[in-house]
């Protein structure tokens, strides 16, 4: 499976201060996805990061809170904008691998966010 | 939209006995169903998935079973191990689009 980064790995921020997030894969991937995981809860999908195209956001979650950047196949970026308390949180990205007509997806490490 | 419910929510089982987490699915155009274990700290990890033609799959110690009429579908975890602890999550998806997580069962086998 593909080796995934995440940088950085966790943060303290300030309310209303924004962080960006980044996720790297050590090859190139078609599918690339963002989710929320609140402390002791389930994963939540935020967005899929398109390559060359807007990302496509799940229900509750918009662009100006969380723009995403796609580049390339091999790198994304989430931005968490105008940070509240109740976006602490751990957000991780994920890649869609393994073999051709499999739909696996594997995440990365992960970036532990707390929001003062 | 696609809805998971996964049950129990925890499981505490002795070492070497069977654990048994099932999870039921709403969108019958589901066709993939993975399974995470996640332990404490770390990223969830893939442990085993079935797809719609299947009923069954099985890898050592794990199992899964589809009931695709009943739209549920189960992780059996057979002669458990201190370290099978975690929190397992099931998950649905149509094509790999809109993966919907169950709310994640937490396991704890007792040695």
């Known amino acids: 499976s593909a080796v995934i980064s995440q940088k950085p790995s966790r943060d303290i921020c300030q309310r209303g201060t924004s962080l960006t997030i980044q996720c790297q894969v050590d090859?190139?991937?078609?599918?690339m996805f963002w989710y929320r995981q609140q402390p002791g809860q389930s994963l939540t999908l935020i967005a899929t990061?398109?390559?060359?195209?807007?990302?496509?956001?799940e229900s509750g979650f918009v662009i100006d809170k969380f723009p995403i950047s796609r580049p390339n196949l091999t790198f994304s970026t989430l931005t968490v904008s105008n940070m509240s308390p109740e976006d602490s949180s751990i957000y991780l990205c994920?890649?869609?691998?393994?073999?051709?007509?499999?739909?696996?997806?594997?995440f990365g490490p992960g970036t532990r966010l707390t929001v003062l | 939209g696609e809805n998971v419910e996964q049950h129990p929510s925890t499981l505490s089982v002795q070492e070497g006995d069977s654990a048994v987490i099932k999870c039921t699915y709403s969108?019958?155009?589901?066709?993939?169903f993975p399974w995470y274990k996640q332990e404490l700290g770390k990223r969830p990890q893939l442990i085993i998935d079935?797809?719609?033609?299947?009923g069954e799959k099985k890898d050592q110690r794990i199992a899964v079973t589809l009931n695709k009429t009943a739209k549920h579908f189960s992780l059996h975890i057979t002669e458990t191990q201190p370290e099978d602890s975690a929190v397992y999550f099931c998950?649905?998806?149509?094509?790999?689009?809109?993966?919907?997580f169950g709310a994640g069962t937490r396991l704890t086998v007792k040695p």
């Open positions: 994920s890649v869609e691998g393994g073999l051709a007509g499999y739909n696996e997806q594997f």
């Open positions: 090859s190139q991937v078609t599918m």
């Open positions: 990061a398109n390559q060359g195209s807007e990302a496509t956001y």
């Open positions: 969108d019958s155009a589901s066709n993939y």
């Open positions: 079935i797809r719609s033609n299947v």
């Open positions: 998950a649905a998806s149509r094509n790999n689009n809109d993966m919907r």
